[in-house]
């Protein structure tokens, strides 16, 4: 079965999971956590200021295996918001890290590793003033 594409009135598609990807949400503080600790190691992420969400993106079938707390996983039957290409600044959904040709996807050990790090020992965020 094909991915249900429907537009949405920012130019954005809601996308059916389970076809070409999985994705697993998270809360944005723990989202952006883990992106800082899985580096270049890092797919697609969508940063949904509505839900206060990231969505990262792994392969098909892994939503049905995945268990980590503070996490949700949505394979067939869930759908995610999807912003038009490039698009990286709100308002509404928005590319946290933009995918590539092959760069869709985040290998879900390093996600679960990353995120088991992220739960257990926050990193604290520099913020402008440390840079004097």
């Known amino acids: 079965m094909p991915t249900t594409r429907l537009h949405t009135s920012a130019g954005c598609t809601l996308q059916e999971a389970g076809t070409d990807w999985d994705a697993i949400r998270v809360t944005r503080s723990t989202g952006l ?10 797919g697609a992420v969508v940063d949904d200021p ?30 995610v918001t999807i912003p038009p290409t490039r698009r990286t600044e709100g308002p509404g959904p928005h590319w ?6 092959d760069r869709w ?13 992220g739960l257990a020992s926050p990193r604290p965020r520099l913020g402008a003033e440390h840079f004097g």
């Open 96 to 101: 946290r890290m933009c995918p590539g040709e």
């Open 50 to 79: 509505v839900t206060t969400s990231l969505y990262f993106f792994v392969r098909v079938g892994t939503a049905e295996v995945w268990d980590v707390d503070t996490t949700r996983p949505l394979g067939e039957g869930s759908t």
């Open 105 to 117: 996807l985040t290998d879900a050990d390093a996600l679960k590793a990353a995120l088991e790090d």
């Open 33 to 42: 956590t883990v992106m800082e600790i899985l580096g270049s190691r890092c």
